[in-house]
């Protein structure tokens, strides 16, 4: 199958061959510059999204969407099928039945959905004590009839590893939410102006990716042979994302119960500023190294190569991130948030080291994904699930609220040490990058927390910033330095091939 994303043209007579197709490996660097720079611009778009919207929304509104957010995800992971990942790695992800077959179930999975929205209204109101909801979510829950019906060509520039478009598309979509948002908050300052903004979000998306990609429309078809494949292959990855949504989501659904409503809106405020890291790790091995990874899996010494050249800079960045993060999270909050929100400083600096476990377990979920192995996912899930389950209403009875997340981030060791044995077993080395970084990371913690206990009547935020950098600059400035040499000595293997591999 090519890997470019326009057909190759023929050469008429007397014209020069075209240039080689490029490598899996330039494919793979490419992609991983587009997503970054895509997940970069995204992230950019949100930050300024929630410093505007933190200035002119209470918390409690925050609060409210947090709610709603949760509902949504449960509803969507509680379905997932695994079309994302089955046209990703399947062998006939480019023929056009299998294609319009997937995007027929991906569109009456979404008109389910609103069903299901709909109906779980009232229980999520007795639940919440947030009369709200009761309309609230079936509107916000429009957003899943529209996600239903992207495009599968969206998937499938992904396939073959060609991010730009769907960069600009993801990007363009951000924004004109965005200036929804702000809009409609400067008219009506409630949660229909964070509602509005996510609709408008996912139609843009859905429009675009009809309107602008290249490849056939897709139009309502049903090969029973290609549901079959698909939803053999989506058992397992049902399972996986049903386990993924209680272990990510478990939290909020148990603060919903503990803490006010304003601070479960800081708190939510502060961990999507933890998780931006993390979420670049995923999205980056989900778009670049999963498609890298598929193509390379009966390779061994091929994949054994790229999955230490993706891995290692990785880690040795989001490592560096996470620990700035729990350094500074309150002069971070401090600088960018008004008075009501400065709690989310403590809450960034705890949630960055349960987030950072979190990168690492993306980048070995990905690995055994592409390996055909997702009932393991889900193994790992149920780890964590059990002992957040043991673990938080326990932290929380002894310790209150800082206590739970402190607990929160000791839960995600076990599924990360469970998940790198997996992925040992199948001779990919990486301990050592793992280990270091995250003796890094902890130490960060460590200076963080003595710093809060010996600092605390600190009144100057230039002087606290002023110190945590030099401890920063004293932990990270030789673990950088031995990243660089290990990353370049990160295997002879290239990455792949000229042309694209067989499928």
Same mark, same amino acid.
């Given at each position: 199958?090519?890997?470019?994303?326009?057909?190759?043209?023929?050469?008429?007579?007397?014209?020069?061959?075209?240039?080689?197709?490029?490598?899996?490996?330039?494919?793979?660097?490419?992609?991983?510059?587009?997503?970054?720079?895509?997940?970069?611009?995204?992230?950019?778009?949100?930050?300024?999204?929630?410093?505007?919207?933190?200035?002119?929304?209470?918390?409690?509104?925050?609060?409210?969407?947090?709610?709603?957010?949760?509902?949504?995800?449960?509803?969507?992971?509680?379905?997932?099928?695994?079309?994302?990942?089955?046209?990703?790695?399947?062998?006939?992800?480019?023929?056009?039945?299998?294609?319009?077959?997937?995007?027929?179930?991906?569109?009456?999975?979404?008109?389910?959905?609103?069903?299901?929205?709909?109906?779980?209204?009232?229980?999520?109101?007795?639940?919440?004590?947030?009369?709200?909801?009761?309309?609230?979510?079936?509107?916000?829950?429009?957003?899943?009839?529209?996600?239903?019906?992207?495009?599968?060509?969206?998937?499938?520039?992904?396939?073959?590893?060609?991010?730009?478009?769907?960069?600009?598309?993801?990007?363009?979509?951000?924004?004109?939410?965005?200036?929804?948002?702000?809009?409609?908050?400067?008219?009506?300052?409630?949660?229909?102006?964070?509602?509005?903004?996510?609709?408008?979000?996912?139609?843009?998306?859905?429009?675009?990716?009809?309107?602008?990609?290249?490849?056939?429309?897709?139009?309502?078809?049903?090969?029973?042979?290609?549901?079959?494949?698909?939803?053999?292959?989506?058992?397992?990855?049902?399972?996986?994302?049903?386990?993924?949504?209680?272990?990510?989501?478990?939290?909020?659904?148990?603060?919903?119960?503990?803490?006010?409503?304003?601070?479960?809106?800081?708190?939510?405020?502060?961990?999507?500023?933890?998780?931006?890291?993390?979420?670049?790790?995923?999205?980056?091995?989900?778009?670049?190294?999963?498609?890298?990874?598929?193509?390379?899996?009966?390779?061994?010494?091929?994949?054994?190569?790229?999955?230490?050249?993706?891995?290692?800079?990785?880690?040795?960045?989001?490592?560096?991130?996470?620990?700035?993060?729990?350094?500074?999270?309150?002069?971070?909050?401090?600088?960018?948030?008004?008075?009501?929100?400065?709690?989310? +400083?403590? $809450?960034?600096?705890?949630? #960055? &080291? @349960?987030?950072?476990?979190?990168?690492?377990? %993306?980048?070995?979920?990905? /690995?055994?994904?592409?390996?055909?192995?997702?009932?393991?996912?889900?193994?790992?899930?149920?780890?964590?699930?059990?002992?957040?389950?043991?673990?938080?209403?326990?932290?929380?009875?002894?310790?209150?609220?800082?206590?739970?997340?402190?607990?929160?981030?000791?839960?995600?060791?076990?599924?990360?040490?469970?998940?790198?044995?997996?992925?040992?077993?199948?001779?990919?080395?990486?301990?050592?990058?793992?280990?270091?970084?995250? +003796?890094? $990371?902890?130490?960060?913690? #460590? &200076? @963080?927390?003595?710093?809060?206990?010996?600092? %605390?009547?600190?009144?100057? /935020?230039?002087?606290?910033?002023?110190?945590?950098?030099?401890?920063?600059?004293?932990?990270?400035?030789?673990?950088?330095?031995?990243?660089?040499?290990?990353?370049?000595?990160?295997?002879?293997?290239?990455?792949?091939?000229?042309?694209?591999?067989?499928?």
């Amino acid at each position: 199958m090519p890997l470019s994303e326009d057909a190759a043209l023929a050469v008429p007579e007397g014209r020069p061959e075209p240039a080689a197709k490029p490598s899996l490996r330039s494919l793979a660097f490419r992609g991983a510059a587009w997503t970054l720079a895509g997940d970069g611009g995204s992230q950019l778009i949100r930050f300024i999204s929630n410093l505007i919207l933190a200035r002119l929304l209470l918390p409690d509104v925050f609060g409210i969407m947090v709610i709603i957010m949760v509902v949504q995800q449960g509803l969507a992971m509680f379905s997932d099928v695994g079309i994302h990942p089955a046209i990703v790695q399947h062998k006939r992800g480019d023929d056009q039945a299998f294609l319009d077959t997937a995007w027929t179930i991906q569109v009456l999975r979404g008109v389910g959905l609103w069903l299901a929205t709909c109906a779980i209204a009232w229980p999520v109101v007795m639940y919440s004590k947030q009369p709200s909801l009761l309309y609230l979510l079936p509107v916000a829950g429009l957003s899943t009839v529209t996600d239903g019906l992207v495009s599968t060509k969206f998937i499938s520039l992904e396939r073959h590893l060609s991010i730009g478009r769907l960069t600009a598309i993801n990007l363009g979509s951000a924004v004109f939410s965005l200036a929804v948002r702000i809009a409609w908050v400067l008219l009506s300052p409630t949660v229909w102006a964070l509602i509005a903004g996510g609709l408008s979000q996912s139609l843009m998306r859905t429009v675009l990716s009809h309107a602008i990609l290249p490849g056939a429309l897709n139009r309502f078809r049903w090969d029973r042979e290609c549901a079959r494949e698909l939803m053999s292959f989506g058992r397992w990855v049902f399972v996986s994302t049903l386990l993924t949504f209680i272990a990510m989501q478990l939290d909020k659904i148990l603060f919903v119960k503990f803490i006010p409503l304003a601070m479960l809106g800081i708190y939510n405020i502060g961990s999507n500023v933890s998780r931006i890291p993390a979420e670049t790790v995923q999205k980056i091995m989900a778009g670049v190294a999963f498609p890298a990874f598929s193509r390379l899996k009966d390779r061994q010494g091929e994949f054994s190569s790229a999955y230490r050249r993706i891995r290692a800079p990785l880690l040795a960045g989001s490592g560096a991130i996470f620990a700035f993060l729990t350094l500074g999270g309150p002069v971070v909050a401090q600088v960018l948030y008004p008075a009501l929100y400065q709690d989310a +400083g403590w $809450v960034i600096q705890i949630v #960055a &080291v @349960a987030c950072w476990f979190q990168a690492l377990e %993306s980048t070995n979920v990905t /690995t055994l994904l592409a390996l055909g192995q997702p009932k393991w996912l889900a193994a790992g899930n149920f780890v964590k699930i059990v002992a957040m389950a043991i673990v938080l209403p326990v932290a929380f009875y002894k310790w209150q609220f800082p206590g739970a997340l402190v607990g929160m981030a000791l839960v995600e060791l076990p599924k990360y040490l469970f998940e790198a044995w997996l992925v040992r077993r199948h001779h990919l080395r990486g301990w050592r990058v793992e280990l270091a970084t995250t +003796g890094a $990371v902890l130490a960060s913690a #460590a &200076v @963080a927390f003595q710093l809060h206990v010996r600092a %605390s009547d600190w009144e100057h /935020t230039r002087t606290k910033f002023l110190v945590a950098g030099a401890c920063f600059a004293i932990i990270w400035t030789p673990f950088l330095l031995w990243a660089r040499k290990v990353v370049g000595q990160g295997g002879e293997a290239p990455l792949g091939t000229q042309g694209a591999p067989a499928q």
